[in-house]
Structures are given as structure tokens and as C-alpha cells.
């Protein structure tokens, strides 16, 4: 495996282009723990192609009999399901009225988890409202394999850029939901119930509000939130985790708990008086959750998963897997014992374009995306 060589720092903010683009330069990485590059692999990991011809498939998600994709493609709003067995390939919705100026438009999708019993799919987009650009999230009504109908059950305000987009259900049933804070770092720390900016929230598959959610009648899961493109939970324990991006320093890697305060805000700075990565977490009330682990210069993290069977031995089992844009690297991330911190990082694979997104699932290999593939990591 080989490591690709730092040259040089990228811009101040992770963007998505408009069109899909070829690899951006490494940058230089800064971590709380030396990153190496895995050792002993034969033969190394390497990509598979599952998918290709895509138009930005930010947001996927595998079955969980692993014969089947749902993918979606953030410019043309369109959610297909691909069958890996056929090769059947079926437009399943298309999300009317979507936007797609900077990091806008069909951002993420799931599965109602009892599905197909409840025959629900879930779509978070950037929509054109009343002339007016909306972060909503759409539950669609499944028949016969394609959407006939669909409802808004979540709905949020946008920015030409940080808008979050990745949704997800829970162990516990319930949807959770990523919005970045659309550039305004005012907006992680306002919990009233109507900016729903720079959190993750947690609502039900109807779009309620759960009766145990920290505040009272709000969706809030946590706050205090920049620019987060990927979370999962772990399968040992049902623990929530979540990448989120720095401005010019500082992606983070957080171990999200209810109610808990990730400390993006006004007061943010890449400079001194505070080291990193306290210099953009001082914000908002005590205690200040400070990430598990960060990345000095950026990377641009957007997918975030867990190996579980994942057809690896014990080379990567258990591991916390991200990805990152910037550079199209995958990292292996070991957790310590009790699975409450990070205690090493090594390159696992090294992509030849930007990853959007990674996914995993108990059981199933890992895949992961780029702005025109899916692909099927073989490790």
C-alpha cells in the first residue's frame, strides 16, 4: 500500500463542484494520533466498480441482503434502486423542485427500517419553496417499487453551503438527521426550535418529535455543529459517531451524545490563544465536547462507517472507517477498549478521485462513492 506524498493545503472550506471533477492534491494532515499506512496486506485493498456512470451519488445505502443499491444523484434529483444480481437499474422518484447551487441539492437517503411493511423512503434535499431554497427532509410512499407520493415531515433552512444532508435511522427506530449551520456559526448554538442550523436532530419516521429527545418538542440531538457530511453507529453498543468539518483547520471525528454540545460558534478561530482543536470548540455552555480525533489541515471527511463482518478478518474488524474528499483516502480508525476514543489512524485505501460517501452495514463489504461510481471495497 503506499501513502500518498503531502503537497500542499487546500482551501479554506470543503466544496462540492458543480460537475464532477478529477482528484484534488493531498493535503498536508495534522493529527491527534501519526496516521500510517497499513502493512502486510496481500493482496492490498483495492476498488471494485458496482456502479458507474452517476451524476454525484452523495447519498446510498445496500440492502441488507446486500443484493440491492439505492442510490441517489444530487443534480438531477432522481433516487434509482439498482439490483447487484440483474443489474436492473429503476427510477424510483424524483424530487421535484430541487437546487443544487454550491453544495445544495439531493444530499442523502434511507429506508424506512421495517421496510418494505412500511413501504417508506426517506429523501433530505435542498428544494426551491415558495422562492425560497429549504433543507427538507421527504418521506415517499412506496407501491410496486417506484414512489407515488410524498410528504414533507422535516423542514430547514439552507445556504449555498454547509447544509449537512446525511439522514440515517437509528437502532432505536427513530431518523436522524445532519443540517450544517449554512455558514453562520451563530446558528450551531441557537437552540430554539426553529433554527434547526448546525445540529443533528432526531425525529420519528412520521416527522415527531420523540418524547425522549433532550428538549421538549424539539428535533435537537446534539449541537453545536459545522459542516457534517457522515455519521453511523456502532453495532457493539448503539453509539452514535459523526464527522464534522473545521474551516481551514481542524475535521473532526465526535462521539455524539444526547443533548451534547460540540461547541462550533461565533468565537471559532484557526489561530491562538487555545490549541487545537479547542480554537473551534469554545462556544455554548459546559461541557464542551472536544472531537475523539482531528485532522489539523483539512481533509474534508464525508463518510463515516463501522466494519462489522464486513469480510475483512481482523484487519480492519471493529474498526471506525471514514473518508474523506479532499484526498480520496479511506482511514482505519482503532477505538480503544471501551470504544470511547480513538487510539490509532492508518491510510487503508488510497482513491484516485474524491469520496462523497461511505457506507457499511453488519454483514456486508464496505462501499463507498465518488462523483460518478459507486464502488465495493475489497479488502
Given at each position: 500500500?503506499r501513502?500518498?506524498?503531502?503537497?500542499?493545503?487546500?482551501?479554506?472550506?470543503?466544496?462540492?463542484?458543480?460537475?464532477?471533477?478529477?482528484?484534488?492534491?493531498?493535503?498536508?494532515?495534522?493529527?491527534?494520533?501519526?496516521?500510517?499506512?497499513?502493512?502486510?496486506?496481500?493482496?492490498?485493498?483495492?476498488?471494485?466498480p458496482?456502479?458507474?456512470?452517476?451524476?454525484?451519488?452523495?447519498?446510498?445505502?445496500?440492502?441488507?441482503?446486500?443484493?440491492?443499491?439505492?442510490?441517489?444523484e444530487?443534480?438531477?434529483?432522481?433516487?434509482?434502486r439498482r439490483?447487484?444480481?440483474?443489474?436492473?437499474?429503476?427510477v424510483?422518484f424524483?424530487?421535484?423542485n430541487?437546487?443544487?447551487?454550491?453544495?445544495?441539492?439531493?444530499?442523502?437517503?434511507?429506508?424506512?427500517?421495517?421496510?418494505?411493511?412500511?413501504?417508506?423512503?426517506?429523501?433530505?434535499?435542498?428544494?426551491?419553496?415558495?422562492?425560497?431554497?429549504?433543507?427538507?427532509?421527504?418521506?415517499?410512499?412506496?407501491?410496486?417499487?417506484?414512489?407515488?407520493?410524498?410528504?414533507?415531515?422535516?423542514?430547514?433552512?439552507?445556504?449555498?453551503?454547509?447544509?449537512?444532508?446525511?439522514?440515517?435511522?437509528?437502532?432505536?427506530?427513530?431518523?436522524?438527521?445532519?443540517?450544517?449551520?449554512?455558514?453562520?456559526?451563530?446558528?450551531?448554538?441557537?437552540?430554539?426550535?426553529?433554527?434547526?442550523?448546525?445540529?443533528?436532530?432526531?425525529?420519528?419516521?412520521?416527522?415527531a418529535?420523540?418524547?425522549?429527545?433532550p428538549?421538549?418538542?424539539?428535533?435537537?440531538?446534539?449541537?453545536?455543529?459545522?459542516?457534517?457530511?457522515?455519521?453511523?453507529?456502532?453495532?457493539?453498543?448503539?453509539?452514535?459517531?459523526?464527522?464534522?468539518n473545521g474551516p481551514?483547520?481542524?475535521?473532526?471525528?465526535?462521539?455524539?451524545?444526547?443533548?451534547?454540545?460540540?461547541?462550533?460558534?461565533?468565537?471559532?478561530?484557526?489561530?491562538?490563544?487555545?490549541?487545537?482543536?479547542?480554537?473551534?470548540?469554545q462556544d455554548?455552555?459546559?461541557?464542551?465536547?472536544?472531537?475523539?480525533?482531528?485532522?489539523?489541515?483539512?481533509?474534508?471527511?464525508?463518510?463515516?462507517?463501522?466494519?462489522?463482518?464486513?469480510?475483512?478478518?481482523?484487519l480492519?474488524?471493529?474498526?471506525?472507517?471514514?473518508?474523506?474528499?479532499?484526498n480520496?483516502?479511506?482511514?482505519?480508525?482503532?477505538?480503544?477498549?471501551?470504544?470511547?476514543?480513538?487510539?490509532?489512524?492508518?491510510?487503508?485505501?488510497?482513491?484516485?478521485?474524491?469520496?462523497?460517501?461511505?457506507?457499511?452495514r453488519?454483514?456486508?463489504?464496505?462501499?463507498?462513492?465518488?462523483?460518478?461510481?459507486?464502488?465495493?471495497?475489497?479488502?
Amino acid at each position: 500500500m503506499r501513502v500518498a506524498a503531502p503537497l500542499s493545503v487546500r482551501a479554506r472550506h470543503l466544496r462540492f463542484p458543480r460537475t464532477p471533477v478529477g482528484r484534488l492534491v493531498p493535503v498536508i494532515v495534522g493529527v491527534a494520533l501519526a496516521g500510517s499506512a497499513l502493512t502486510g496486506c496481500d493482496p492490498p485493498p483495492h476498488s471494485v466498480p458496482v456502479i458507474t456512470g452517476l451524476s454525484f451519488p452523495s447519498g446510498f445505502f445496500v440492502t441488507p441482503d446486500n443484493t440491492k443499491i439505492w442510490y441517489s444523484e444530487r443534480f438531477n434529483g432522481e433516487i434509482h434502486r439498482r439490483n447487484l444480481q440483474t443489474n436492473n437499474d429503476v427510477v424510483v422518484f424524483t424530487v421535484p423542485n430541487v437546487v443544487t447551487a454550491g453544495e445544495q441539492g439531493l444530499l442523502g437517503v434511507a429506508l424506512h427500517p421495517n421496510y418494505p411493511a412500511s413501504p417508506y423512503l426517506y429523501a433530505y434535499a435542498t428544494r426551491q419553496v415558495g422562492g425560497v431554497a429549504r433543507n427538507q427532509v421527504l418521506k415517499i410512499t412506496i407501491s410496486n417499487g417506484v414512489g407515488v407520493a410524498s410528504q414533507v415531515i422535516f423542514d430547514a433552512s439552507a445556504g449555498s453551503f454547509h447544509n449537512g444532508g446525511r439522514i440515517h435511522f437509528g437502532p432505536d427506530g427513530m431518523l436522524y438527521i445532519v443540517v450544517g449551520e449554512n455558514t453562520v456559526p451563530a446558528n450551531a448554538q441557537d437552540l430554539s426550535a426553529t433554527n434547526k442550523a448546525g445540529k443533528i436532530h432526531r425525529i420519528t419516521p412520521d416527522g415527531a418529535v420523540p418524547a425522549d429527545n433532550p428538549i421538549a418538542g424539539n428535533t435537537i440531538w446534539a449541537y453545536g455543529i459545522r459542516n457534517s457530511f457522515g455519521f453511523g453507529f456502532d453495532p457493539t453498543n448503539d453509539q452514535l459517531w459523526a464527522n464534522d468539518n473545521g474551516p481551514e483547520c481542524n475535521d473532526e471525528v465526535d462521539r455524539i451524545v444526547k443533548g451534547g454540545n460540540y461547541a462550533w460558534g461565533p468565537h471559532e478561530t484557526c489561530s491562538g490563544p487555545l490549541a487545537a482543536p479547542d480554537n473551534t470548540n469554545q462556544d455554548g455552555p459546559l461541557p464542551q465536547r472536544k472531537p475523539k480525533h482531528f485532522y489539523a489541515s483539512t481533509i474534508g471527511i464525508t463518510g463515516l462507517g463501522f466494519c462489522s463482518s464486513c469480510g475483512a478478518g481482523s484487519l480492519v474488524e471493529g474498526a471506525l472507517l471514514i473518508s474523506s474528499y479532499n484526498n480520496g483516502q479511506i482511514h482505519r480508525l482503532t477505538l480503544n477498549a471501551g470504544r470511547t476514543g480513538v487510539v490509532g489512524d492508518d491510510l487503508l485505501f488510497d482513491h484516485t478521485s474524491n469520496v462523497l460517501a461511505l457506507e457499511t452495514r453488519a454483514g456486508q463489504p464496505v462501499y463507498f462513492s465518488d462523483p460518478s461510481a459507486i464502488y465495493r471495497l475489497e479488502i
